[in-house]
């Protein structure tokens, strides 16, 4: 059943970029050297952050979380393991993504407009090496992803500056309060734990990339004329005709590139799974039922199931939008207006 979307329920699933609220202390080390200047954000759903403190701009369950780390140049963020999909699009900077405890297994460098997926079992960190402070999306799975599992090393330097983390997953600053009664720090990483884990060296990881350079369009919109849609994460969809990404094993969403040619626009249609936009490059025009929107680079629209949505590019230079949908089998976009197919 297609419904409407009300201006306000429009306004409060839009997070512009500059107005982004991060949080400095998520994490068990935000204190340590080389570490402590990352700015983390929980756009979409509550993330793996550690601080009760972290502010979630949209708490709506979607399936998946949608999240944001900022970082100036050599800024790291140390190496840890997720319990589920991790996939990143980085909007701005050059980063490099090293794998193994001590970051030693292998690395990849990735710029503006790439993606990269890592999987579960596989310790990861990344570091701003580029001139400019960087920015990345984040996808996580789940409505719930679980806990993040540090480095043994992670544990060492929270120590000595006061950070404690607790097995309930909260992060205590001891210079500020005292442990909670009763409650146990969560047990150092061991080497013994770090040997249960995958080994990815650098050409195994950069296996799990897609340069933007390297997009190519599938099915999906790429029917529309002016628009091309392009896989990168999630399996082959029959219905939509679309070939898997080079990240094709189940993430339980999907990741796609859309680019929009100046002055394409597309028919209103509903979606039957929640879609989220994360905007790149240029502007693009979101009409829900004659309320409208224009999004800017860095700019998150979530949109939901069965409301009428219609793109257009009204600019004279092409947009670049990431879009995640729920599932790894997303339905294709119900036509309710004359379709003009692409030549």
Known sequence: MITTFPQADLERRLVRYGMLRPCTTAFIDTRTPGSERKENFTIIGPGVAE?????????????????????????????????????????????????????????????PGDTISIPTRVFRGFENVGDDLGFLFAVLGGDDPGRVTWAPYVFEAAQRHGLVLLESGRLIDTTRESVPEGAKPMPPTTMEDVAKFDTYGSDAIAGCTVKRSELA????????????????????????????????????FQVRALIVQPGAASPPHPRAEEEVLLMHEGRLQVDCGGVRVELAPGDTLTLPKQVVRAFANASDAPVTVYVVRGGDHPQPARWVAPLERAG
Request: with cysteine; net charge negative; aromatic share 8%.
């Open 51 to 111: 601080n009760p403190d972290q502010h979630v701009h949209i708490d709506l369950p979607h399936g998946f979380n949608i999240g944001g780390a900022r970082q100036p140049p050599r800024c790291v963020n140390s190496q840890h393991s997720h319990e589920t999909a991790e996939v990143f699009v980085v909007h701005t900077g050059t980063w490099r993504f090293k794998t193994g405890h001590d970051g030693r297994d292998g690395y990849v460098d990735i710029g």
């Open 217 to 252: 369009a599938g099915g999906g919109l790429s029917e529309l004329q002016g628009f091309a849609e392009c896989p990168i994460v999630g399996v082959a969809n029959e219905a939509e005709r679309m070939a898997a990404g080079r990240m094709g094993w189940p993430h339980g």
